[in-house]
C-alpha cells in the first residue's frame, strides 16, 4: 500500500501542496501566491478561479517534483482558509461573484442590526458564533442580494454554496461531491453544533435556501475522488478540515486542555475542551475542533485578523522590508521597549474586541523612530495579541497551559518566538514539523485510509524542534502589555 499522503493547503495569500510521509515529514511542498482585492475601504476579496488554478498548479507541481505518479497518493487532504464564502452556478461550477475573503468587513452594518434586534443570544446558543461579518452567513446573503438574479437561481436549486474546501472538492471531483466536514460548517453561522446540522431556524433568519448548502462529514471521511484527468489518476479525499482546526490535529492536541496557535495571515489560538462544548463568557468563539466517527470534540477559539498580515503590510504596503526575514536581525538591533505600538486594526479587530470598525495605528513615534522600531513593533503586536486571547481564556477559567505549541510562518522567527513567551510567562514549544495545517488533514486522510490506527499512533509522530522558556521580568511584562492595551483603546470606534 502506498503512503504518501498529498495535503492542499489553500490560504489566505496563497496556495500549497505538500506530500507527507507516513512518518509525518513533508517530502516535498510547492506554493503559490495570488492576488489579493480590495475594492473598498474593509472589503476583502480573492479570484475563486485563481484559487482553483493555482491549487491545481501547486498539486501538480509537488507530484512532478517528488516523482510521484497520482497512483502512488494513497489519499488527499483538504486544508483551507475558513469563512471565506465562495457561490458558484450548480451546472457549471462558475462563481457568480468573487470569493468574500474571512477579512472582509461589508456586512458590519446588517451585523449590528442583527444584534441590536436581539438576535445574538440566539445566534451564539446554537454556533457558540457571535454575529460578526467574520463569519460565512451574511457575506452568502449579501451575495444572493447584490448579484442580480442570485437569488432567484438559488431558490430554484441552480447555485451552491461553499467555504474553500468545499469549492476546491466540487471542482477536484468534476461536480460530484458537493460535501464539507463539521469544523468548516460549524464557522459559518448557519450550523448548530449541538445536533450537528444545519439549522432551519438560522437559515430562515439570514434568509438563506436550504438548497445552497452542502453534505457535511466528519473530518476523516470519504469526501469523493479527484477526476482522472487533473492529476493522472484518481485519488480518494479523505481528510478535510479548516485550517485553524487543522493545526489543532497537527499538533496532536488530543486532549483536553491543550492548547496550540497558528501564526499565518492571522492568528488563532485554539484549547481543546473534549466532549463538552465550553461557553465563553470573554467573546471567544465555542467551535467544532474536530468530529471523528460521529464524536465531536470542542473547543474555545480566540480570532486575530492580522499577523503575518502586518508582516505583509510592512513589506508590500510601506515597503520598510524586502523580505519577512529582515524582520528578526532588525528586531534584535531594536530589543523590546522600542516605545511603538503598531495596532494592525487593518479590518477591525477579532477577539476579545470584535470591533470591526476600529482601524490601524502606530503610537509613540518620536524623531528617533526609525524602520526597525516600526518592523519590532508590528512583531510585537502579533505578541500583545496573543496575550488578549490567553488573558481571555483565564478570564473564563481555562488553567494557566503548561505550555503554548505554536505553529505557522511566523514561527520561525527565534525572536518573535522568544518575546512571545516573554509576555505571556509560558513555555512557548515548536515542533519539528511546523507546517501542522498541512499535516492535520494529511493525517486525518491517513486516518480514514487505514494508516493509522488512531489519535494516539498520531500523537507518537509529534516531536519538540525548541522550547522557549520567559526570561521578562514581571514587572516589564505588564508594563509593556499596558501600554499595548492603552493602544488598542485608542483606536477603538467606541473610544
Known amino acids: 500500500m502506498s503512503q504518501y499522503l498529498l495535503a492542499i493547503d489553500q490560504g489566505t495569500t496563497s496556495s500549497r501542496a505538500?506530500?507527507?510521509?507516513?512518518?509525518?515529514?513533508?517530502?516535498?511542498?510547492?506554493?503559490?501566491?495570488?492576488?489579493?482585492?480590495?475594492?473598498?475601504?474593509?472589503?476583502?476579496e480573492h479570484d475563486a478561479e485563481e484559487i482553483w488554478l493555482s491549487t491545481l498548479q501547486v498539486?501538480?507541481?509537488?507530484?512532478?517534483?517528488?516523482?510521484?505518479?497520482?497512483?502512488?497518493?494513497?489519499?488527499?487532504?483538504?486544508t483551507?482558509?475558513?469563512?471565506?464564502?465562495?457561490?458558484?452556478d450548480a451546472a457549471t461550477g462558475t462563481p457568480i461573484h468573487p470569493a468574500i475573503v474571512w477579512q472582509d468587513r461589508r456586512t458590519?452594518?446588517?451585523?449590528?442590526?442583527?444584534?441590536?434586534?436581539?438576535?445574538?443570544?440566539?445566534?451564539?446558543?446554537?454556533?457558540?458564533?457571535?454575529?460578526?461579518?467574520?463569519?460565512?452567513?451574511?457575506?452568502?446573503?449579501?451575495?444572493?442580494?447584490?448579484?442580480?438574479?442570485?437569488?432567484?437561481?438559488?431558490?430554484?436549486?441552480?447555485?451552491?454554496?461553499?467555504?474553500?474546501?468545499?469549492?476546491?472538492?466540487?471542482?477536484?471531483?468534476?461536480?460530484?461531491?458537493?460535501?464539507?466536514?463539521?469544523?468548516?460548517?460549524?464557522?459559518?453561522?448557519?450550523?448548530?453544533?449541538?445536533?450537528?446540522?444545519?439549522?432551519?431556524?438560522?437559515?430562515?433568519l439570514f434568509d438563506i435556501p436550504r438548497s445552497l448548502l452542502p453534505e457535511v462529514l466528519d473530518c476523516a471521511a470519504d469526501f469523493g475522488s479527484t477526476q482522472p484527468e487533473l492529476l493522472g489518476a484518481a485519488i480518494p479525499v479523505l481528510g478535510m478540515a479548516g485550517d485553524q482546526q487543522a493545526a489543532l490535529i497537527g499538533q496532536a492536541c488530543f486532549q483536553p486542555g491543550m492548547v496550540k496557535s497558528t501564526y499565518g495571515t492571522g492568528c488563532f489560538m485554539i484549547q481543546n475542551t473534549g466532549a463538552t462544548p465550553v461557553v465563553s463568557q470573554n467573546r471567544l468563539l465555542t467551535t467544532v475542533g474536530y468530529r471523528l466517527n460521529g464524536q465531536v470534540s470542542y473547543a474555545v477559539e480566540g480570532s486575530i485578523f492580522v499577523a503575518g498580515a502586518a508582516v505583509q503590510w510592512l513589506r508590500d504596503g510601506i515597503k520598510l522590508i524586502g523580505h519577512a526575514r529582515d524582520t528578526e536581525a532588525l528586531a534584535e538591533q531594536t530589543g523590546d521597549?522600542?516605545?511603538?505600538?503598531l495596532v494592525p486594526a487593518f479590518t477591525g479587530l477579532g477577539a476579545p474586541y470584535w470591533d470591526p470598525k476600529a482601524r490601524g495605528a502606530i503610537f509613540g513615534l518620536t524623531r528617533d523612530t526609525g524602520i526597525k522600531e516600526i518592523v519590532t513593533a508590528g512583531l510585537q503586536s502579533v505578541c500583545y495579541q496573543t496575550r488578549d486571547l490567553l488573558e481571555a481564556m483565564h478570564r473564563d477559567g481555562a488553567a494557566e497551559p503548561s505550555a503554548l505549541r505554536v505553529d505557522g510562518g511566523m514561527v520561525v522567527n527565534n525572536w518573535v518566538m522568544q518575546f512571545l513567551a516573554d509576555i505571556l510567562g509560558v513555555p512557548v514549544e515548536r515542533p519539528e514539523v511546523t507546517e501542522t495545517t498541512a499535516l492535520g488533514v494529511a493525517y486525518l486522510a491517513g486516518l480514514q485510509a487505514g494508516l493509522y490506527r488512531d489519535l494516539e499512533e498520531i500523537a507518537s509522530h509529534w516531536h519538540r524542534q525548541q522550547r522557549f522558556a520567559p526570561r521578562m521580568a514581571g514587572e516589564h511584562r505588564d508594563k509593556l502589555y499596558a501600554g499595548w492595551l492603552d493602544a488598542v483603546k485608542r483606536v477603538r470606534s467606541e473610544a
Not at 483551507?80 to 458558484?88: D, L, P
Open 18 to 44: 505538500i506530500v507527507f510521509s507516513a512518518q509525518g515529514l513533508p517530502l516535498a511542498s510547492a506554493q503559490r501566491e495570488f492576488k489579493q482585492y480590495f475594492p473598498k475601504d474593509g472589503w476583502v
Open 337 to 341: 521597549a522600542c516605545g511603538v505600538y
Open 59 to 78: 498539486c501538480r507541481e509537488v507530484l512532478a517534483s517528488k516523482g510521484l505518479r497520482a497512483e502512488e497518493v494513497l489519499a488527499i487532504g483538504i
Open 108 to 204: 458590519a452594518d446588517y451585523c449590528a442590526g442583527l444584534k441590536a434586534a436581539g438576535h445574538e443570544a440566539r445566534v451564539a446558543e446554537k454556533t457558540g458564533l457571535l454575529i460578526d461579518p467574520y463569519f460565512s452567513a451574511t457575506k452568502l446573503r449579501w451575495i444572493l442580494d447584490s448579484v442580480p438574479g442570485a437569488r432567484e437561481r438559488a431558490e430554484r436549486g441552480e447555485l451552491r454554496f461553499g467555504t474553500v474546501d468545499c469549492f476546491l472538492l466540487w471542482r477536484l471531483s468534476g461536480g460530484k461531491s458537493h460535501r464539507t466536514d463539521a469544523s468548516n460548517a460549524s464557522r459559518t453561522l448557519l450550523f448548530n453544533i449541538h445536533s450537528q446540522q444545519w439549522d432551519e431556524e438560522l437559515l430562515a
Open 80 to 88: 483551507n482558509q475558513r469563512e471565506t464564502t465562495i457561490v458558484w
